[in-house]
């Protein structure tokens, strides 16, 4: 049906009409979009290779005491990571607050190293390597295997437990080690476009939800202050006040003041009388760990006697690192952008990839129990500090290192109630979703294919591993049910990460769904990221992503 028009008459020969459904104007029959007639005002915003509005970047180093605050703040967030993990896992294991402790000194000293290593031969980027949610389920179906169910003593039961989770990562670490070297990711990240990169890094943090809110909701009265302190000192105040410690030191100054306050809550009594689950998510003295970890001890590789290996945790394991590849992808393309470089070349992804892949294998052999990823909460505080230095990060593992060693004193930081971890947590994954977003730019989001591949993968990314998820709460077990458990469990890991599903659906939509038509290239932004495919493609690779040393003469990214 055709919409209602008006007429304009302005001299001869022309007479312009307007289609007022469909937004058209019409001269002599001819049809001018409405944009090309709007002021500049309306002009898009540009594209910008380069996130704009860092002060430090990569290679830009803030001055020696702000970076020594700023690298706390980057230990600070991502050891909320390691004590959550650990407080899942360890008491399936038959670990006590001893095991505990020790383990989260394992942990932060095997990230301290990982880090290090990916800064230095990796990938070069601003990204902490540290514990990965991931790995929760190969951990359970190992510590809950029936084979250690005839250890009645709980420290027995949970070494043999830990030596079956060495061997498991020991050889899972060998699938992104050869992916990496081998070059293999490197091809397989060259079919990524802006398109199909939006789902996967959107959901790298989205996909973590649970662990924003409702963490936070376990004690409110110390959790929601948090998220209002959190956001006022990040977002507002730098509109207020030209001072920019403020909002740099967001995280710190504001976990400081909500853990005295919560302090002064368990000091009066506030919880005396409250359950013994609230009590221990809002009293800063139930954690254990200070009492239970040791004045110095150095983690050292095989502490807890020799790994054992069992097919089928292998394989379990190694769908958890296949994830964990994937998502530390996603991570690593997020941090290039807060860390105001350019889009990471194949050939560095493929690179960090590899030295991903040892990581897991440190963390096999020295026994953290959980395999490594790409910290997602050190990215989002990239974004808050708006400091994206390498050395900051660097320096970060320095304190992973001191606290690792000195357990007393990591003890006490450690301890801070996990409803305040869940209060970053809110603000840390949000950036982590805004910069797969971000990416948007490069795409026409006037195209009915781009509605669909972003929409389809988004949609399917958070709704399949919720199915799973839901079925796993009301039947005990996840919906594949074959006749081995093993694989059972290895689609579990697979299908209950949102990133992995939408990045795996994104990536088939965007390759195959009208591939030979001439505009699916600049639809989906290929164009942009064509130049840094290759490493030499583009001058400011070099500057970024070299390897020091003078190490790139040796081994060249091509």
């Known amino acids: 049906m055709k919409g209602l028009e008006y007429t304009i008459i302005i001299h001869e020969p022309w007479i312009i009409h307007r289609d007022l459904n469909c937004n058209n104007i019409f001269i002599n029959g001819n049809i001018l979009p409405v944009d090309t007639a709007k002021d500049d005002k309306f002009v898009p915003h540009p594209v910008k290779d380069q996130f704009p509005g860092v002060e430090f970047c990569i290679n830009s180093n803030p001055p020696w005491a702000e970076a020594v605050i700023l690298a706390f703040q980057h230990y600070l967030v991502m050891l909320g990571t390691i004590v959550l993990i650990s407080s899942i896992i360890v008491p399936p294991m038959g670990g006590g607050h001893v095991e505990k402790a020790y383990m989260i000194q394992t942990m932060l000293f095997v990230a ?115 998220l209002i302190l959190l956001v006022l000192f990040s977002q507002y105040v730098p509109y207020w006040y030209k001072s920019k410690w403020l909002d740099r030191f967001a995280v710190l100054i504001s976990v400081a003041i909500v853990w005295a306050y919560a302090s002064l809550l ?36 095989l502490q807890w006697g020799r790994p054992t290996i069992h097919a089928g945790d292998v394989f379990v394991m190694l769908a958890a690192a296949f994830v964990s590849l994937i998502e530390s992808t ?31 294998l440190m963390d096999g052999l020295w026994g953290t129990g959980t395999g490594s990823t790409a910290s997602v909460e050190n990215v989002g505080l990239l974004a808050v500090t708006k400091v994206g230095s390498r050395r900051v990060i660097q320096m970060s593992a320095g304190f992973m290192f001191f606290f690792s060693i000195l357990g007393k004193f990591g003890a006490i930081v450690a301890s801070i109630p996990l409803p305040i971890i ?101 639809d989906g932004g290929r164009h942009w990221w064509g130049k840094f495919k290759y490493f030499e493609r583009d001058v400011r690779s070099a500057e970024f992503y070299s390897l020091p040393y003078g190490l790139s003469k040796y081994f060249p990214s091509v």
């Open 330 to 360: 996603g991570t690593f393309i997020a941090a290039a952008r807060y860390g105001s470089a350019t889009h990471v070349p194949s050939s560095v992804l493929s690179r960090g990839a590899a030295w991903l892949g040892i990581g897991i």
């Open 112 to 226: 301290g190293m990982n880090t290090l290593l990916q800064t230095w031969f990796g990938t070069r980027l601003p990204v902490v390597i540290g514990g990965s949610f991931r790995f929760v389920v190969p951990m359970l179906y190992i510590a809950l295997s029936q084979r250690y169910s005839f250890y009645f003593e709980p420290a027995i039961r949970f070494r043999h437990t830990m030596r079956a989770m060495q061997g498991a990562l020991m050889i899972s670490s060998l699938l992104p080690i050869i992916l990496g070297f081998l070059g293999i990711w490197r091809i397989v990240v060259r079919f990524l476009s802006p398109l199909s990169a939006v789902p996967l890094v959107t959901l790298v943090g989205l996909g973590l939800y649970a662990q924003g809110f409702p963490l936070l909701a376990e004690c409110v009265e110390i959790g929601l202050p948090q």
């Open 266 to 301: 368990t000091a009066a009594g506030a919880y005396k009388t409250r359950s013994p689950i609230t009590q221990f998510s809002c009293r800063v003295d139930r954690s254990g760990l200070v009492s239970a970890a040791s004045w110095i001890k150095f983690p050292y590789p």
């Open 422 to 522: 869940g209060a970053l947590y809110c603000v840390l994954f949000a950036y982590m979703s805004s910069a797969g977003l971000g990416l948007l730019q490069y795409c026409n989001l006037n195209s009915y294919r781009t509605k669909f591949i972003l929409g389809f993968s988004l949609f399917m990314g958070l709704s399949v591993p919720q199915y799973f998820n839901d079925y796993v709460v009301t039947t005990g077990a996840g919906p594949v049910r074959s006749r081995s458990t093993w694989f059972n469990e290895a689609m579990l890991v697979i299908f209950t990460s949102p990133a992995t599903v939408a990045a795996i659906v994104g990536m088939f939509l965007d390759r195959t769904l009208g591939y030979n038509h001439k505009d699916v290239r600049t």
